[in-house]
């Protein structure tokens, strides 16, 4: 997973007043080759530049990959999405690549809301885990992660470039882990 604490505004940063409504206003819906363009704005504008066209278009065509995201009305957001969410399934265990919301659009649910949506379809498509890795300083997806009953299963140790260590997330999907949050 990127880590976006030295590169894109700050994820801890308050909501800026305005057009982006509280999650659950639009359900998260699977995106595809069409949501390229959308896909790409939302990157730079919350991871800055994450991965490049070609690396979208892979994400959103490849087999195995799952994509969701949530789209509202945003003159801000070009196709008006605002949140991403990846994975990649490899047999039973959900590998998610990618979450972000638009800076405008956070501490509003949105990404929880799309995590647990992004958990469902995988388990939907059988996958029993999901796991991903986060900078040991991205405090508000270390926190994201905690309220969705993620565990720390271990640590990579200067795995990004900026020194931070990864640190790997586990959890085990279950419908009553879904739904008894
Ligand atoms: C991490 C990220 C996806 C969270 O999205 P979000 O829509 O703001 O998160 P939510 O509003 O759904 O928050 C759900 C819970 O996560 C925790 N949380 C989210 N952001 C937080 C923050 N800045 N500080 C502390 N806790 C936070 C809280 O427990 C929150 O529940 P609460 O609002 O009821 O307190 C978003 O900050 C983001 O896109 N960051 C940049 C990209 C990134 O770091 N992606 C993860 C890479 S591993």
Redesign the pocket.
Known sequence: ?????DA??????P?TPGSIQE?GANPARLLQACDLQACLALDGA??GGFWSESQWRAELDGAGRLCLGIDQPNPEAPGGLV?V?CGWLVVDELH?T??????A???????????EALLAAAQARGALHAT????SG???????????DFQTAGTRRGYYRNGQDALI?WKRITTAALAGR
């Open positions: 997973m990127p880590d976006p604490t894109a505004p700050d994820p801890g940063q909501p999650s919350a991871l949140a969410a998610i990618v979450l972000a919301v638009d800076p659009g956070r501490r509003r649910g949105l990404g929880r809301q799309l995590l991903l890795e986060v900078a991205n405090q508000a997806a270390l926190a994201l992660y905690a309220a969705c997330q």
